[in-house]
């Protein structure tokens, strides 16, 4: 047995940390004197060491409880379910810092880009579950695989060139430029998506009503007017029949 000073010095958790644990539930002494003084034992130590390991992978405290009481669930099988689950935060950080060095990159270059358009992509990856749930209501499994691994695997260039893109047609609106560059600014835009996907989006999205698109999960980077406005030169520069004969 360990008194709680020695079980303390020799696992490297505070008697204020073991304490709390007991508080909780988490780790309770192994016997407890009449005077109310803990006793720690060796299947303490194990417990501790548990907990410890949890903590630096990242298990919250409700998790850690469940992986001590569930019994039917041996350590290696959540340690497999954690691994899961910090590859996709890993994954999601990963493409965090990408937005932010394209954000980065997109401000350096054009210091008059309106930061609005910076926000809207980074909020579209904080996002990208919830616009995935949205999806499943009209396009199909495979299709929305489809679109995001086409997005993750081009994520850096294609956030580059949304915003790139997208701030040129903004300038455009302002100031308007020669029908060949804006044709030619417009056909880059509408072909940062490949055409047979955007195709099959367009399809499987018919019975999408304006009205239930959810604006928090996808943001339009275009005002209504710019919208319109768009739309006309792409009718009048002739965009919609190039892309059709495609």
């Not at 965090?96 to 910076?118: F, G, W």
């Not at 996002?127 to 691994?149: H, N, P, R, V």
């Amino acid at each position: 047995m360990y008194s709680i000073g020695q079980f303390a010095k020799k696992t490297g958790v505070t008697i204020r940390t073991l304490h709390y644990y007991d508080e909780i539930g988490l780790l309770s002494p192994a016997y407890l004197s009449d005077s109310g003084q803990r006793f720690y034992n060796d299947d303490s130590i194990k417990t501790i060491q548990t907990i410890l390991v949890c903590k630096y992978l990242d298990y919250s405290l409700e998790e850690i409880r469940a992986v001590l009481l569930d019994k039917e669930k041996t350590l290696l099988d959540s340690l497999y379910e954690q691994k899961i689950q910090l590859q996709a935060k890993r994954k999601q950080i990963d493409q965090m810092i990408a937005s932010l060095e394209t954000a980065i990159d997109i401000h350096e270059k054009y210091e008059t880009v309106d930061p609005s358009s910076l926000l809207i992509v980074i909020h579209s990856l904080l996002t990208m579950d919830e616009q995935k749930k949205f999806l499943q209501q009209y396009l199909s499994e495979d299709l929305i695989d489809q679109m995001y691994a086409y997005f993750d695997n081009n994520f850096a260039l294609l956030n580059r060139k949304y915003i790139e893109y997208s701030h040129q047609l903004k300038q455009a609106f302002i100031a308007p430029i020669h029908d060949e560059e804006l044709k030619e600014l417009i056909g880059n835009y509408l072909q940062l998506i490949p055409r047979d996907l955007a195709l099959q989006v367009t399809a499987q999205m018919q019975n999408l009503d304006v009205k239930d698109i959810d604006y928090w999960l996808f943001t339009p980077l275009f005002s209504e007017e710019e919208e319109r406005w768009l739309t006309e030169q792409m009718e009048r520069l002739n965009l919609d029949e190039v892309f059709e004969n495609e």
